[in-house]
C-alpha cells in the first residue's frame, strides 16, 4: 500500500490505524525525504505548542468570566487553533485582508510561527514563485505600502524560492523562502514596523529549535528564521542587510 501525504501527517499526529505503523516506519527507513519531511511535521507542532500553549493558561477578564463557564482545555486549544488557521487562510486566500490580532507577539515569534507553518510545505511552500520574483516583489510592497525587495542569497549557497502575503497584527507581512542544494530551507519575514534607536541593531532568538536573527530598519521589521547554527545564520542576515542596504 502507497505512503500518502495525508498518511504522514496522520502518523505525526499519532491518527493513523497502529496496524499501519510499522509499515510507514519501514517507508520512512527506506525514504530519507519524507522521513525529514516527518521531522519538520514534528517539529512544526513542538513550535506551535511553545508559541501558543501559554495562551491557554491566560486568565480570562472579569467580564468573560462571568459570561463564559470555563471550557475544558482541549476545547481551547482547539479554538486557538481555529482562529490561526483561519488568519493563514485570510493571508492565502483573500490576499492581505488582516485577521483578528491575538494579542502582542514579538517579531521573532511571529517570523517563527509563519516558518514552521509554510517551510514543510511540499506542493505550496510559496504563493508566487521565483519565476514571477518582479510581480511578486511589486505586489507584496503595494500591500505593505513601502519598497518590499526580495534579497538574493546565491553567495550564501541558497536560492529565492517565491513568497506569500501573510495577515500581520497590524497590518500584511510577507515571507520569502529560500533553498540551498540539500533542501535546506530559510524564511525572511517582514512587515511595517516603528523604528526606535534601540531596537534598531540585530538580536537572536530561540524560538523552540528555530533560530531567529531580527531587526528593525526604518520603516520596516526583518526576521530571518531557520534551522541553522547561530553563527552561519548571522552570515546569511548579513548578507540580507548588506543587500537592503547598498
Known amino acids: 500500500m502507497s505512503i500518502s501525504e495525508h ?8 491518527q493513523i490505524d497502529p496496524a499501519r ?8 527507513a527506506d525514504n530519507p525525504q519524507d522521513a525529514m519531511r516527518v521531522e519538520a511535521y514534528r517539529k512544526q507542532n513542538q513550535t506551535l505548542h511553545a508559541l501558543f500553549d501559554p495562551t491557554l493558561d491566560e486568565p480570562l477578564s472579569g467580564a468573560l468570566q462571568r459570561r463564559h463557564r470555563p471550557r475544558p482545555q482541549w476545547q481551547r486549544y482547539a479554538a486557538m487553533v481555529g482562529i490561526l488557521a483561519l488568519g493563514l487562510v485570510l ?13 502582542p507577539m514579538a517579531l521573532s515569534k511571529q517570523a517563527a510561527f509563519a516558518h514552521v507553518a509554510f517551510v514543510p510545505e511540499v506542493l505550496h511552500p510559496v504563493e508566487v514563485s521565483a519565476k514571477q520574483e518582479a510581480h511578486l516583489v ?5 500591500r505593505l505600502g513601502g519598497d518590499v525587495r526580495a534579497p538574493h542569497l546565491s553567495s550564501a549557497g541558497f536560492d529565492l524560492m517565491g513568497g506569500r502575503l501573510l495577515p500581520g497584527e497590524a497590518g500584511p507581512a510577507a515571507q520569502f523562502m529560500y533553498q540551498d542544494h540539500r533542501g535546506q530551507r530559510l524564511t ?8 526606535r534607536a534601540s531596537e534598531t541593531a ?9 533560530s531567529v536573527f531580527y531587526w528593525i530598519d526604518r520603516d520596516f521589521g526583518y ?11 548571522l552570515k546569511v542576515a548579513e548578507t540580507v542587510y548588506r543587500q537592503l542596504n547598498p
Open 188 to 195: 525572511l519575514y517582514v512587515k511595517r514596523e516603528q523604528a
Open 202 to 210: 540585530f538580536r537572536f532568538a530561540k524560538e523552540n529549535g528555530v
Open 21 to 28: 505503523v510499522a509499515e510507514i516506519e519501514t517507508h520512512l
Open 91 to 103: 493571508g492565502f486566500g483573500l490576499r492581505g485582508v488582516t485577521a483578528p490580532a491575538l494579542g
Open 7 to 14: 498518511d504522514l501527517q496522520a502518523y505525526v499526529d499519532g
Open 223 to 233: 526576521a530571518l528564521s531557520g534551522d541553522l547554527p547561530k553563527g552561519d545564520l
Open 138 to 142: 511589486n505586489w507584496l510592497s503595494k
